[in-house]
């Protein structure tokens, strides 16, 4: 599934709901998802992004978006970050970017760095698809597989 496709027609209270009291909501996926795409995106561009200290700086402070307006700015923040890595996927296949060193402390690869944006994406993508079946939210207008 698309992930762009899969956030799309849900409301700010929608993204906010909370299905038990330690589990994320969609907001909070999002908003982390973000996180994660701006540092990679960040680093790539160069110079290198400093690591955060901390997990929980990569998680929003609050379980839901403020209003509407916020909640359209995060997804389409989310939007334009996963256009910008799948333009980094097609330059890498064609431009044999693998050997481009992103992370120097730790010796990444662009490659490597875009694999572990899509497996980090698409986990969270799944959770999000899980919460939007749990509440009656599924499929998105966009369509998606119901079983």
Request: hydrophobic share 40%; with cysteine.
């Amino acid at each position: 599934m698309d992930p762009v496709a899969c956030l799309t027609g849900l409301s700010a209270a929608e993204a906010g709901r909370s299905l038990a009291p330690n589990l994320h909501t969609i907001w909070q996926l999002v908003w982390h998802m973000n996180y994660w795409m701006d540092y990679e995106l960040r680093s790539i561009d160069g110079p290198e992004v400093p690591y955060p200290e901390h997990a929980e700086e990569s998680w929003p402070g609050g379980t839901a978006p403020a209003d509407e307006a916020t909640w359209r700015l995060e997804l389409t923040l989310f939007e334009k970050q996963v256009e910008r890595l799948a333009g980094w996927a097609g330059h890498a296949a064609v431009g044999g970017l693998g050997s481009r060193v992103v992370h120097r402390a730790k010796g990444e690869s662009l490659e490597t760095v875009l694999w572990q944006m899509v497996a980090h994406n698409s986990y969270h993508i799944g959770q999000v698809a899980q919460l939007r079946r749990a509440f009656g939210l599924w499929p998105p207008a966009g369509g998606g597989d119901s079983w």
